[in-house]
């Protein structure tokens, strides 16, 4: 048997109101065609957070605090034989406007409401903006027999009963 491995991935939910920021994914990029969230792949030695901040910044143009930022979604993914967990962070606050800073993996840039997605809309977006709306702060799984699934977050007197247990 093999030791499992998956590909680490940070998801910007950028939010303005009602609406979230989408890319359409273009040329040799994963999902090209497909509307997605501003993501990308952590780098080695880099946290999901400094992923994050590093991705809206070279993807978009914009400084996100990461005091800003609050996990929305979890979300583990099979695609094929490769699993991805990707971290889904919201973002209602930044500095500087989303310009597009890679115009070979996006054709555009558009606001959308949470509640009219585009189609096609990439299935790991979907997924994690679903778990997003349903859970906030929870887990989804999804793809290649892996659910689709969504897990609520602990509340904080079910957190704090668990741990004051020892379990």
């Avoid at 501003?38 to 901040?53: L, N, T």
């Avoid at 890679?102 to 809309?121: I, N, S, V």
Wanted: with cysteine; glycine share 14%.
């Amino acid at each position: 048997m093999s030791a499992a491995s998956a590909d680490l991935d940070v998801h910007i939910i950028l939010r303005r109101g009602g609406d979230v920021l989408l890319a359409l994914r273009s040329g040799a990029a994963y999902g090209s065609g497909e509307w997605a969230l501003p993501c990308g792949k952590v780098d080695p030695g880099e946290s999901v957070v400094d992923a994050a901040v590093r991705e809206a910044h070279e993807e978009l143009g914009i400084t996100l605090a990461p005091a800003d930022l609050v996990v929305g979604q979890t979300v583990h993914a099979r695609h094929g034989t490769t699993d991805h967990l990707g971290v889904f962070f919201e973002a209602g606050t930044w500095t500087g406007t989303p310009v597009n800073r890679e115009p070979d993996k996006c054709a555009e840039l558009r606001w959308f409401p949470l509640t009219g997605m585009p189609a096609p809309l990439m299935d790991y977006a979907a997924a994690g903006l679903r778990g997003y709306l349903a859970a906030p702060g929870g887990l989804s799984v999804f793809g290649g027999g892996l659910g689709p699934l969504t897990v609520s977050p602990a509340t904080t007197a079910s957190a704090t009963r668990h741990h004051a247990s020892g379990r």
